[in-house]
């Protein structure tokens, strides 16, 4: 179901629109009668998998510790 509110009306009752909205519900926000925003509830994000990066799987070598002298350089930049 989707409600329509006028932009006073949300202001005032916020939290309680969000409640609604994290059961499920979609809120129009209008002003003036006309609709100019919406609010939805945001979906979880995907879980990525490590090894998106084109040329294939990450070698364990990139997880090994930095030599001095570059470390160094990161931390000084």
Known sequence: MTDH??????????????????RGEQVTIARAGKPIARLVALEAPAKRELGFVPGGPIAESFFDELPDDELQRWESA
């Open 5 to 22: 509110v006028n932009v006073q009306d949300a202001k005032t009752r916020l939290s309680e629109l969000l409640t609604r909205v994290e």
